[in-house]
């Protein structure tokens, strides 16, 4: 039995922590724990985790405090867990250097997910083989290493899903993508989540108006999902 990355949760809630341990050792993760802030700090800095499970309420030390001293030091990817929604946004504004966010009460089916998908994009080297080469289809032309693409020879800005998702419809290289697989993917939702596949429809449609002309390069497939045409 080969054990997955070791991942440090702090959080003073008992009974998450069990609820949590229990759930991804079941999925071969190594679980460490911390009860408050300063304790965490300090396993994060022996323990050398490969993700970090914070909650932001915490006795003493708050988790938002917690990641700004990690960030000092570590680029450890932090799954940040959140009380309330509304205090998403302040949290987003302060730019701390989440890696992601899940508001509780969350499925542990959502947060193992989320951690599978955390890790799948921290891990993918960025010189990744043959996909670091740019590529050109048609007047597009991607270069999966700097992110950038050009139509016609024009740069056109994508947000970082933006990109994520043309570069999943190219390495399927023509096969359709359903949105689930999409968004599972992009985002690291299951079916049970708030974000819904009409997510990757507005992604899509704002991808569309990027590539402008090469924008028929996207193809729906009704009731489905997407595919590119390549030639
Ligand atoms: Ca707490």
């Known amino acids: 039995m080969t054990l997955k990355e070791k991942i440090l949760v702090v959080e003073d809630e008992k009974d998450l922590v069990r609820l949590i341990r229990y759930n991804l050792e079941k999925e071969k993760f190594r679980i460490i724990s911390a ?28 988790g938002l405090d917690f990641l700004r001293s990690l960030r000092k030091e570590s680029q450890v990817p932090v799954v940040l867990l959140t009380a309330k929604r509304s205090e998403l946004d302040r949290i987003l504004g302060l730019k701390l250097g989440a890696d992601d966010y899940i508001v509780k009460p969350f499925s542990v089916g959502e947060l193992h997910a989320r951690v599978e998908a955390l890790l799948r994009r921290v891990n993918q080297p960025a010189n990744a083989g043959g996909d670091a080469k740019p590529v050109a289809i048609g007047a597009l032309e991607v270069d999966f290493e700097r992110h950038e693409i050009r139509v016609k020879g024009k740069r056109a800005e994508l947000t970082p899903k933006e990109f994520e998702l043309l570069k999943l419809l190219i390495e399927a290289n023509g096969k359709v993508l359903s949105r689930d697989q999409l968004l599972e993917r992009i985002w690291g939702h299951g079916k049970d989540m708030e974000i819904d596949t009409r997510t990757v429809d507005q992604h899509i449609a704002r991808l569309r108006h990027k590539l402008k002309s090469e924008s028929v390069r996207i193809a729906t497939v009704t009731n489905f999902g997407y595919q590119i045409k390549m030639n």
């Open 35 to 62: 009860g408050d802030a300063e304790t965490g700090l300090v396993m994060a800095r022996k323990a050398k985790p490969d993700l970090i499970i914070l909650d932001i309420m915490l006795p003493k030390m708050d």
